[in-house]
Nanobody, 120 residues
């Protein structure tokens, strides 16, 4: 399974980048999807999940109200809109297939990640 994240980079505090996850090679619309992240020196942290049709979304408390997960099944693409970024949001962000909020599963189904660095 191939998951290709993009959209990261160096962002100022308060910035609003959008991450994308392209998903060639599997039936994207059939799977719930998630975003997880790993900050420097820390373990994998679940960020958000979305159901197959996009009707149910869930978020970690640390990002609730600031991040928005979405998907476009016609384009086989998952998104994560990051708003009001804080320095503590600095991490490698991964999309993961069919893992809900279970980071042990996400560790096995994630892509290669995209680095988001929040700094002034």
């Amino acid at each position: 399974v191939q998951l290709v994240e993009s959209g990261g980079g160096l962002v100022q505090p308060g910035g609003s980048p959008r991450l994308s996850c392209a998903t060639p090679g599997f039936t994207f619309s059939a799977y719930g999807m998630s975003w997880v992240r790993q900050a420097p020196g820390k373990g994998l942290e679940w960020v958000a999940s979305i159901t197959t049709g996009g009707g149910i979304k869930s978020y970690a408390d640390s990002v609730k109200g600031r991040f928005t997960i979405s998907r476009d099944n016609a384009k086989n693409t998952l998104y994560l809109q990051l708003n009001s970024l804080k320095t503590e949001d600095t991490a490698i962000y991964y999309c993961a297939k069919d893992c809900a909020n279970q980071v042990t599963i996400a560790a096995k189904t994630r892509g290669q990640g995209t680095q988001v660095t929040v700094s002034s």
